[in-house]
């Protein structure tokens, strides 16, 4: 079955200690995304990667790393997460950077204390 | 489930009647515009999109209206069903030619049996 996998799917940990939320596509997609979703403030796109070991900041990276070795894996890595990083993180995946049609994992919600 | 928003704005509906669910957009450079639809506890899911060079597209069961003069995108459900209830939210590219999606806050469609 074509998807995006997310893990952990929920995750409570406390400031400062350093997290991975992974991420892996198995439809050979070589754009890859993560979003945070807050209420009232809807979808924001954290970083993104065109293809393998190329990445790019999006609307909101401070805090975030990311990184991209391989084409199926993109793990989104939070070094000394702080209570503002409480949210819902989606990462999701296209074909190429010229297809609008996005598949997004299942979601993994942190809880930074 | 999982709550994508506070206080959205809520669309009621009886099932079998058609659903119109609005969003205004700002970027008029803008090249396309994409729904989404999110089931509580999910992630999005790609519904349809359209270009800035076409006014209305079709897909099973949907329509997408494009209204440049105004800035307003619609996405006409016809026959709406009891699984049809979600989140809708429509996304623009970020700038011209980018395919950095922004995404608006969304709409709650709640159908009624």
């Known amino acids: 079955e074509a998807q995006v996998t997310q893990n952990p799917r929920y995750l409570i940990t406390v400031t400062g200690k350093k997290l991975t939320v992974t991420c892996s596509q198995n439809?050979?997609?070589?754009?890859m995304s993560w979003y945070r979703q807050d209420p009232g403030l809807g979808l924001r796109q954290i970083y993104y990667?065109?293809?393998?070991?190329?990445?790019d900041k999006g609307d909101v990276p401070e805090g975030y790393k990311v990184s991209r070795k391989e084409k199926r894996n993109f793990p989104l890595i939070l070094e000394s997460p702080s209570p503002n990083q409480t949210s819902l993180y989606f990462c999701?995946?296209?074909?190429?950077?010229?297809?609008?049609?996005?598949?997004f994992g299942p979601g993994t919600r942190l809880t930074v204390t | 489930g999982e709550s994508v928003g506070l206080h959205l704005p809520t669309l009621s509906v009886q099932e079998g009647d058609n659903s119109i669910i609005n969003c205004a957009y700002s970027n008029s450079a803008s090249d396309y515009f994409i729904w989404y639809k999110q089931e509580s506890g999910k992630g999005p899911q790609f519904i349809i999109d359209i270009r800035s060079n076409m006014d209305k597209r079709q897909g099973q069961r949907v329509t997408v209206l494009l209204n440049k003069t105004v800035k307003h995108l619609s996405l006409q459900i016809a026959a709406t069903q009891p699984g049809d209830s979600a989140v809708y939210f429509c996304?623009?590219?970020?700038?011209?030619?980018?395919?950095?999606?922004?995404f608006g806050r969304g709409t709650s469609l709640i159908v009624h049996p």
């Open positions: 990667s065109m293809n393998v070991e190329v990445t």
């Open positions: 996304a623009e590219n970020k700038e011209q030619g980018s395919y950095i999606p922004t």
């Open positions: 439809m050979n997609h070589e754009y």
């Open positions: 999701a995946s296209r074909l190429d950077r010229g297809r609008t049609e996005q598949y």
